[in-house]
């Protein structure tokens, strides 16, 4: 399945008129936020660079707060972001997750660009996140994920133009993974596809 052809070209239109006022970057601030997302069964570098997507019946609702922080990353702010997610479907169980998020942001802020790393603890190991085949045993069904993982998200995020609480919609991958085997091996982990809505504060 083709991902967001779509919704990236909606996210970009919507930020075109704020983008064209050539005004200064203007300056974040807190904000809450929520999302919707999906899990695909395709590995994170497909769905960033070809953007297909093998969708599974297993879904997630995260609230996040989000504030920025009095820190640069290679001239790009940093924020601090916690979350919490509900996880529904093929699972049940709840994760809390906390990252530090880099953004590069439009010369009028209406379009931006985001990506982060943290840790993620699910309140039990995911079953998705568990390989189902290992060479020594086929037959088996082996549990290599962990509770504690590490946590990635990539964001593409576009401003609603109205005024109170300054809006956003965003697409965003939310990874969990061991870390290139420093956590569990690198066959563990879950990618969900996420769309969602922002307020400032």
């Not at 009028?108 to 060479?135: K, M, Q, V, W």
């Not at 993982?149 to 809006?167: G, R, T, V």
């Amino acid at each position: 399945m083709r991902l967001g052809s779509g919704i990236l070209g909606l996210l970009l239109f919507a930020s075109a008129p704020l983008a064209a006022a050539g005004e200064a970057r203007p300056q974040r601030r807190a904000s809450l936020s929520y999302y919707y997302g999906q899990f695909s069964d395709t590995n994170l570098g497909d769905i960033l660079l070809t953007a297909s997507t093998d969708y599974r019946g297993d879904y997630l609702h995260a609230f996040s707060y989000s504030r920025p922080l009095a820190l640069d990353l290679m001239e790009l702010p940093l924020e601090a972001e916690g979350q919490v997610v509900r996880h529904s479907g093929r699972t049940t169980h709840m994760e809390f997750n906390g990252a530090l998020v880099a953004r590069w942001q439009s010369s009028g802020g209406g379009f931006s660009l985001a990506a982060g790393e943290g840790l993620s603890l699910a309140t039990r190991n995911p079953d998705l996140e568990n390989p189902r085949r290992s060479p020594l045993s086929p037959g088996t069904q082996s549990e290599y994920s962990r509770n504690l993982l590490n946590f990635l998200l990539f964001e593409a995020e576009a401003a609603i133009p109205l005024d109170a609480y300054q809006p956003r919609v965003f697409l965003r991958v939310h990874h969990r993974s061991g870390g290139y085997g420093l956590l569990c091996p690198p066959t563990c982990g879950s990618n969900y596809v996420a769309y969602g809505l922002r307020f400032s504060l």
